[in-house]
């Protein structure tokens, strides 16, 4: 029997989880820039400020059991019934639960014996908090006394250290307490008199506290757990203040509530940084802080910023505002791009769902989920020059310093490192450089700026490498050499040399590894002399290469796209001539120059990915090559759940090929269903003019159209990284969800190539592919300073191929609608 556990609520823009023991963790994001929160339907989960890393706020335990251990919790002692309002951790039966996530925000409701509590959380704009407003209702005929405890756990900074260095944790560990007659705060101030300028806090902004607990152990009990902790079983907050060990932030209340009478209190977990020269209270501030030899307190924190945000929060009236800022953010942001197809599921997503997967895809890259512990990955090179695409028409402005970041971590040959921190913005040397297809990645990644705005000053905009000042250059000098980084690089058969890897990084075609303690992507053994070439990277060469000629022809640099084009054929020669295997693209040649993705192989004998880049680029397209790909790929990859990335699976582990043969037979990269490249067929597909095919692909992963939320087991309103494959236990179990290149891909490809709503330099394109049962659908596109109102009537059922087009009641020649300001009405008719 297919449980079900929650229910889209298209109206307000949000999932419904209605049983809180879902197959796994539902989360959900607060925050759009700088600070954030992981938030689970049960209220675990953490916070941090613009690095998950290096300024993790409260703490979260991976791999605990019970699962999804640690969050902001808060616990109802009902005459001797403890309970959370979020099921968790008590995990006391409830009489009603439901949990709201919304965009950026998280609702959860809990009743039991009377008592509701209801507890919305978000972090408003332009503010370096979380704020939790706790609603707490009698629904009784009594008056009823309860006592409510908050609780949240602090992380000791750095997460790393936080999970390595207890010798120095449980001796460093600093909080103070700060009452008035309207509030009580705890500040955690671990090594912030020395060398950190930064703190964190946890404030009952409207309402001054009956108690609190700072100290871990008195407050849960040290053999007790988060489930039942000492003080809430017995009712009364210790007063405890931590001094090293684990410090912790708790608030006491004791409610007392008629009937039918309801009381807000209004939480605030906050982070705050200050200067050097004003990281202490001083005289003007608090003249009790000044020591009896008239020198500065040097422990008593700077709290002059934290008591503005919580002033400026301690209403009701005031966070109701703050959220109504952030429901009209989304409203802004969602209305760029609109369609009405009279497919509630397509319109869901388009519309709402994989809009805000690409701003949170933006935010993270791959680096803090609940399957990305966020202290390993930094933001990807290659990672976040993609999410661009599903990105740039909702903050241009955030899209552009983005690309400055990342090529700024590139260097004077056109490799770069493969990841960033967020936090410093300098390359992540522990993981270092030379996967080759990172390069091209930010010609892709500018041309979907340049494209949505116009914006061609960003070109001239001094770029440094590696980050170091002085070295500046034009943005257009990078997008040269990552350009040439390609050509210079080619093996035997003229094709790309692989490197460390392509965009599968589990394919480590130079690393001949046979110690568990190596990383794959990091070992290089056998790189000198080298045949490793990856045809992938050929298609992405030609697609991307494509777009740098038509750049320059943009720019009015001829020359320059002569050249480009001269090498892109070549390059289109040289799949042609060594990549083709008769009946698809081959993947790679390895090490030794022996085909990857052939007849020839036992295993592997066919790949997702080259197929997809290939056909992309159009590759073949006259001769056949791209039908004929494309058909292997339905006959050999696709499943009832997706197409799996290759074909067979590995069934034991192969030195020469790396990584991808060591995960069990339909799992990851190994013959898994990877959800991200998913869409480069689709897209394929189109070029192809086959939208049937198209259409039948994108729906497989789509999550919209997921019934088995139990089999699926994530969150069924955001893609998946992978969904196991044919050859798996449990096919179509999904994994690694929400950080995805998935989001933005498949944004990319409904719109853009489906829908055929495309940016051009010179306006929007309009070339839909469709399947024959989609005969009609609207779409509203704001683009730069026009506003599009496009109706696509398909009264035939064609596939692909527009007949006419007119705007604003005139017949246009071409496909393409001038950017003119204003309003436009467009009507196409395929």
């Known amino acids: 029997m297919k449980r079900t556990f929650g229910h889209f609520d298209d109206e307000r823009r949000e999932f419904v989880i209605t049983s809180p023991d879902t197959p796994f963790p539902w989360i959900n994001y607060l925050g759009n820039e700088d600070f954030f929160s992981l938030i689970s339907n049960t209220a675990g989960g953490y916070s941090f400020y613009k690095d998950a890393k290096f300024r993790r706020i409260t703490r979260y335990r991976y791999n605990s059991v019970p699962m999804d251990n640690g969050g902001r919790y808060f616990y109802i002692n009902d005459g001797g019934v403890v309970w959370s309002p979020g099921w968790k951790p008590c995990k006391t039966p409830l009489d009603a639960y439901e949990c709201r996530h919304g965009l950026n925000y998280t609702q959860i409701t809990g009743c039991k014996n009377g008592i509701k509590v209801d507890v919305l959380f978000f972090v408003p704009l332009k503010t370096w908090a979380e704020v939790q407003k706790l609603t707490i209702s009698n629904t009784t005929d009594k008056t009823k006394t309860v006592k409510l405890f908050s609780m949240t756990e602090w992380c000791l900074w750095n997460a790393v250290t936080d ?16 009452e008035t007659a309207c509030s009580t705060v705890v500040y955690h101030k671990t090594e912030y008199k020395e060398r950190r300028n930064h703190y964190s806090y946890y404030a009952l902004a409207n309402a001054k506290a009956d108690g609190y607990d700072t100290d871990r152990e008195a407050f849960v009990g040290l053999y007790n757990e988060f489930a039942s902790p000492k003080c809430v079983m017995e009712g009364s907050p210790s007063g405890s203040v931590a001094h090293g060990w684990s410090p912790i932030a708790s608030h006491y209340i004791e409610v007392t509530l008629e009937p039918g009478e309801q009381k807000n209190y209004i939480f605030i977990l906050g982070y705050e940084e200050n200067t050097q020269d004003e990281k202490f209270a001083g005289r003007e501030a608090d003249t009790s802080l000044v020591t009896s030899l008239g020198q500065l307190d040097r422990t008593i924190v700077n709290k002059t910023r934290t008591h503005a945000t919580i002033k400026r929060l301690s209403t009701v009236e005031a966070v109701d505002a703050a959220f109504d800022e952030l429901h009209d953010l989304w409203d802004s942001l969602l209305g760029k791009f609109t369609v009405s197809t009279g497919d509630e599921r397509l319109d869901r997503m388009v519309n709402i769902w994989n809009q805000y997967q690409c701003m ?36 241009p402005e955030r899209a552009r310093q983005r690309i400055i970041d990342i090529a700024s971590t ?37 041309v979907a700026y340049l494209k949505e705005t116009g914006d061609y000053d960003i070109l001239d905009e001094p770029v440094p490498w590696d980050n170091t000042p002085g070295t500046e250059v034009p943005l257009m000098e990078h997008l040269r050499v990552s350009f040439n980084h390609v050509m210079e690089n080619l093996g035997p058969h003229a094709l790309p040399l692989i490197g460390r890897a392509d965009w599968n990084d589990c394919l480590n075609l130079n690393c001949f590894s046979w110690d568990p303690n190596e990383s794959f992507q990091t070992t290089e053994n056998k790189t000198e002399g080298s045949k490793a070439e990856s045809l992938m990277i050929a298609g992405l060469f030609v697609l991307c290469g494509r777009q740098y000629a038509e750049l320059c022809d943009t720019l009015a640099m001829s020359d320059e796209a002569v050249r480009a084009r001269d090498c892109i054929d070549r390059m289109v020669e040289a799949v042609k001539r060594d990549g083709w295997d008769g009946e698809w693209f081959l993947r790679a040649y390895d090490f030794f120059g022996n085909k990857i993705g052939s007849h020839d192989n036992e295993e592997g004998k066919i790949f997702i990915e080259s197929q997809g880049f290939c056909t992309m680029a159009g590759i073949g397209l006259e ?8 058909d292997a790929c339905k006959h050999y990859l696709d499943s009832e759940h997706g197409m799996v990335l290759n074909h067979p699976a590995f069934t034991r582990y192969y030195v020469e090929m790396g990584e991808i ?16 490249n998913n869409p480069w067929v689709i897209i394929g597909e189109t070029v192809a003019g086959r939208g049937n095919d198209a259409w039948e692909h994108y729906t497989k992963i789509c999550p919209a159209w997921i019934e088995d939320q139990t089999l699926h087991k994530v969150e069924p309103y955001v893609y998946c990284q992978m969904v196991a494959g044919k050859d798996a236990a449990k096919p179509g179990e999904g994994k690694n969800s929400w950080l995805t290149g998935t989001a933005a891909w498949n944004w990319y490809a409904v719109t853009q190539y489906i829908l055929g709503i495309r940016p051009t330099y010179n306006g929007i394109e309009i070339d839909p592919c469709l399947p024959e049962t989609m005969k009609e659908y609207t779409v509203r596109r704001v683009f730069r300073d026009s506003e599009f109102l496009i109706t696509v009537k398909n009264p035939d059922g064609k596939q692909k191929g527009v007949s006419s087009i007119t705007v604003d009641g005139n017949t246009i020649e071409g496909n393409i609608i001038s950017a003119v300001p204003g309003k436009h009405v467009v009507e196409v008719i395929l």
Not at 360 to 372: D, G, K, L, W
Not at 412 to 441: E, S, V
Not at 661 to 667: E, H, K, L, N, V
């Open 623 to 630: 001769e056949g090559m791209v039908d004929k790909a494309l």
């Open 163 to 178: 999970m390595e260095n207890f010798q120095r944790n449980w001796s460093t560990g600093e909080v103070e307490i700060e």
């Open 661 to 676: 043969s060591s995960y069990p037979a339909g799992y990851k990269e190994n013959a898994g269903i990877f959800c991200h």
């Open 360 to 395: 949170i895809t933006f935010n993270f890259s791959r680096s803090a989920s609940f399957f990305e512990s966020g202290v390993g990955r930094g933001m990807g090179f290659r990672d976040s020059n993609q999410d661009l695409v599903g990105f740039v028409h909702q903050v």
């Open 410 to 446: 590139q260097f004077p040959d056109g490799g770069c490192y493969h990841q960033y921190q967020p936090l410093t913005k300098r390359g992540n040397n522990d993981i270092g450089g030379g996967f080759n297809d990172d390069p091209m990645w930010l010609i892709f990644g500018t």
